[in-house]
């Protein structure tokens, strides 16, 4: 569904869609060239909310990429735009999408990239920097597109773009989706609203990230991490939790890893390892279950529980209770994370 209302139309302008015909590919290209904004940024890949376009027709050994955007978080996103009138707009194009996302990511290198950001720049008369719109200094940007395509988890994106998809591709890209490949499904509608043209886009398939498990979901680095708390306030309490979790971690009284939207603790005790808190942007999860499991008593379970009520009112939730991060205090966040800390070290004695 397409993330826009029109609430009240006053001057009564006619609102109709203007589809693409079998002719328009090339135009349908330059309008996703000339208004990036209609790329659906958010949902491709949740951790970046901004895209340009760095490339054109970007040639390589085995075909040309229709357009190549580059989001701030420096990753790569190749689309290829089908309209459903062409007959190629079928599940062959994923193949080729999938062959120039391997290519992409087994033979360029940040250098390579920085390149066509220069020609395309020089070509199309950029008059703004594209740096300076990623809000990102060069050396930064070239470190975030190194990890990007050595990585295989946060290689390129690859983005079907066209009017109408078929379902055939649809589920094609889901299963891909679910092994973890970074390709995604975008529809684009054209609408007149009085004189104005609206360019809509919007994901027709799983995102990238609501297909895998948290532990499969690329790592992230602390300061994108904390970019996914929606305020100021949350991402206070996000930016102290860390700091916290990674003094605990160089104790070695537990082992932290953060994925796509979660800053997890893992602690060890006997004969048993497991998840103990998982930090979300909205929520304090505790496993009890894993705490169970690896002290192998359940009063001190009754003991840990109780202790963080005394200090905040947990969810009714047995396995998985947790604390909302908008109710959190300095001073109850202090009281929070001082009890979990003494349960770190009691499990490290005991293990």
């Known amino acids: 569904m397409a993330e826009f209302a029109i609430i009240d139309n006053p001057d009564n302008y006619e609102i109709m869609e203007k589809p693409f015909s079998s002719n328009d590919e090339k135009e349908f290209e330059s309008l996703l060239e000339a208004h990036p904004e209609a790329l659906p940024i958010g949902k491709i890949d949740p951790i970046a909310d901004l895209a340009v376009v760095i490339g054109r027709q970007?040639?390589?050994p085995i075909g040309s990429i229709d357009l190549l955007f580059l989001d701030n978080k420096g990753r790569l996103i190749l689309v290829e735009c089908k309209l459903v009138k062409n007959p190629e707009a079928r599940r062959e194009v994923l193949s080729q999408l999938i062959e120039y996302g391997l290519y992409v990511s087994r033979n360029w290198n940040p250098q390579r990239v920085l390149s066509i950001v220069e020609e395309y720049t020089r070509k199309q008369k950029v008059?703004?920097?594209?740096?300076?719109?990623?809000?990102?200094?060069?050396?930064?940007l070239r470190k975030k597109i190194d990890e990007g395509l050595s990585s295989r988890a946060k290689g390129p994106i690859l983005v079907l773009a066209g009017d109408v998809l078929e379902q055939r591709a649809l589920v094609l890209s889901n299963h891909l989706n679910k092994h973890n490949?970074?390709?995604?499904?975008?529809?684009?509608?054209?609408?007149?609203?009085?004189?104005?043209?609206?360019?809509?886009?919007s994901v027709r398939d799983a995102t990238l990230l609501s297909t895998v498990s948290t532990s499969q979901r690329a790592a992230l680095e602390d300061d994108e991490w904390l970019q996914t708390f929606k305020t100021e306030q949350e991402r206070n309490v996000g930016a102290e939790l860390l700091r916290w979790a990674r003094e605990l971690e160089q104790a070695k009284l537990c082992g932290v890893r953060i994925g796509s939207s979660e800053l997890m603790i893992d602690a060890w005790g006997k004969g048993s390892q497991g998840k103990l808190v998982s930090i979300t942007t909205e929520r304090i999860y505790v496993y009890l279950n894993n705490l169970q499991k690896m002290v192998g008593n359940a009063n001190k379970v009754r003991v840990f529980r109780s202790k963080i009520e005394m200090i905040v009112q947990l969810s009714k939730r047995e396995q998985y209770p947790s604390i909302t991060i908008k109710s959190l205090r300095e001073d109850k966040l202090k009281q929070i994370e001082s009890v979990i800390e003494y349960v770190l070290k009691d499990l490290k004695a005991s293990a």
């Open 127 to 140: 008059k703004t920097d594209i740096m300076s719109s990623l809000h990102l200094d060069e050396k930064t």
């Open 58 to 60: 970007v040639t390589i």
């Open 181 to 201: 490949f970074p390709i995604v499904c975008t529809e684009f509608r054209r609408f007149q609203i009085g004189k104005a043209n609206l360019l809509v886009g």
